[in-house]
Nanobody
């Protein structure tokens, strides 16, 4: 079993930055691909960014060039650096882990989930 805990989100003004972290316990993350998802008010959960076990990254078009996902296997932690934030980035953000493969973008492809953290971007 893998337990994932996201760092506290927060309130940030449009154009600002925020970094989320996702700390894992139970197993080492080095063999897992990791993903970040979000669910905005009244919306379905959507894929945001992913990082494979190899370190390759991939993003949703809506956040490409603004968000950066990274991992520190020694700390068993994954990060999501969010820059140039927009009000439409307001959502609950979740990290997730999968052992199924690489470049996973669907919720059902992930096995373990964090509890989520709220990010609010004010205009």
């Amino acid at each position: 079993q893998v337990q994932l805990v996201e760092s506290e989100g927060g309130l940030v003004q449009a154009g600002g930055s925020l970094r989320l972290s996702c700390a894992a316990s139970g197993r080492t993350l080095s063999g897992y691909s990791m993903g970040w998802f979000r669910q905005g008010p009244g919306k379905e959960r959507e894929f945001v960014a992913g990082i494979n076990w190899s370190g390759s990254t991939y993003y949703a078009e809506s956040v490409k060039d603004r968000f950066t996902v990274s991992r520190d296997n020694a700390k068993n932690t994954v990060y999501l650096q969010m820059n140039s934030l927009k009000p439409e980035d307001t959502a609950d953000y979740y990290c997730a882990a999968t052992y199924r493969g690489t470049f996973m973008r669907l919720e059902r492809q992930y096995d373990y989930w964090g509890q989520g953290t709220q990010v609010t971007v004010s205009s």
